[in-house]
């Protein structure tokens, strides 16, 4: 904006567009404390290792889920 101002093309428009992009920063998360997680790891477990078995754990039952549906629709 303060480019386009500077050049004397800052209109509205303009500023709606760029206030209305997504920022990389403003993407939506979801977070958990450590210490509401560490009960279910061995305790030299990483943050990074946490994370990689929730996330595989997840892809896991997701795909649980996609082949009990698979056989309800065969059926």
Same mark, same amino acid.
């Given at each position: 904006? &303060? %480019?386009?101002?500077? *050049?004397?093309? $800052? =209109? =509205?428009?303009?500023?709606? @567009?760029?206030?209305?992009?997504? %920022? /990389?920063?403003?993407?939506?998360?979801?977070?958990? %404390?450590?210490?509401? $997680? &560490? /009960?279910?790891?061995? &305790?030299?477990?990483? *943050? !990074?290792?946490?994370?990689?078995?929730?996330? !595989? $754990? $997840?892809?896991?039952?997701?795909? %649980?889920?996609?082949?009990?549906?698979?056989?309800? @629709?065969?059926?």
């Amino acid at each position: 904006m &303060k %480019k386009q101002a500077q *050049q004397n093309t $800052l =209109s =509205s428009d303009s500023i709606y @567009e760029i206030m209305s992009e997504e %920022k /990389g920063n403003q993407t939506e998360r979801i977070s958990f %404390k450590v210490q509401d $997680l &560490k /009960g279910f790891f061995p &305790k030299n477990f990483t *943050q !990074k290792q946490m994370t990689d078995t929730i996330l !595989k $754990l $997840l892809y896991e039952y997701n795909r %649980k889920l996609e082949r009990s549906h698979r056989s309800r @629709e065969e059926r």
